[in-house]
């Protein structure tokens, strides 16, 4: 195998690897307060997670350049320094081009700051890693973040409103389950992808040992 296919190969599992193995919310549950929050439409999910993915490749980028400037006695204050800039950026973005979005999911934007995942990543990973292994690793938590908020928003806002992202879903008979719209029907949904991802996971560890054989 040549450095290409090498590279390729470290990349495509470091991404892969928040997506699946080390999901953010379904393997490391870190990050759920904001997550159960959002996820009452699709559209406050998707941008909860973009946002949070922003934040998060560009800190781990800055960080990770960085990293053998950064003494080890003030390296916390300075993640968080880096962190609270790119989420004050993405806060005026939303603001200026999304305000209806900024306004429906109100603070959680700006306790992007104090997300577990990002500070755990940026000081578990990138301040340890260098650039080229940071990149797949901010990308593939943050859309392992996204997709999973999304996943949820959806079946909440299907059987909650019978709609998605204004559409109309389910037939006008269907009468919505205000339990999904509530915190309880969202601890449920997420408690539901959670078995999901256990059983897939099983599955292809099942699947690897026979192949195996």
Do not use: H
Not at 77 to 82: A, S, T
Not at 168 to 195: E, N, R, T, W
Request: positive net charge; proline residues 5%.
């Amino acid at each position: 195998m040549n450095a290409t296919s090498t590279r390729f190969s470290k990349f495509f599992t470091l991404f892969l690897n928040g997506i699946i193995n080390e999901n953010p919310l379904l393997a490391l549950m870190i990050g759920l307060c904001s997550s159960l929050a959002v996820t009452t439409s699709v559209i406050n999910g998707i941008g909860m997670g973009l946002s949070m993915t922003f934040v998060l490749l560009m800190s781990e980028v800055v960080i990770s350049v960085f990293r053998k400037l950064i003494p080890d006695s003030v390296r916390i204050p300075v993640f968080i320094i880096i962190i609270a800039a790119f989420t004050t950026v993405i806060d005026y973005v939303l603001k200026a081009w999304f305000p209806d979005l900024s306004k429906a999911m109100g603070v959680f934007i700006p306790l992007i700051v104090v997300n577990c995942i990002i500070m755990g990543r940026v000081e578990g990973f990138a301040s340890k890693q260098p650039l080229g292994d940071v990149i797949p690793d901010a990308l593939g938590m943050g859309l392992g973040y996204t997709w999973v908020l999304a996943g949820i928003a959806v079946v909440r806002e299907i059987l909650g409103n019978g709609s998605v992202l204004g559409f109309q879903i389910l037939p006008d008979s269907f009468q919505p389950i205000l339990f999904f719209v509530l915190p309880p029907g969202g601890f449920f949904v997420f408690a539901l992808f959670i078995s999901l991802n256990l059983f897939l996971k099983k599955a292809v560890n099942v699947a690897n040992r026979e192949k195996a054989i």
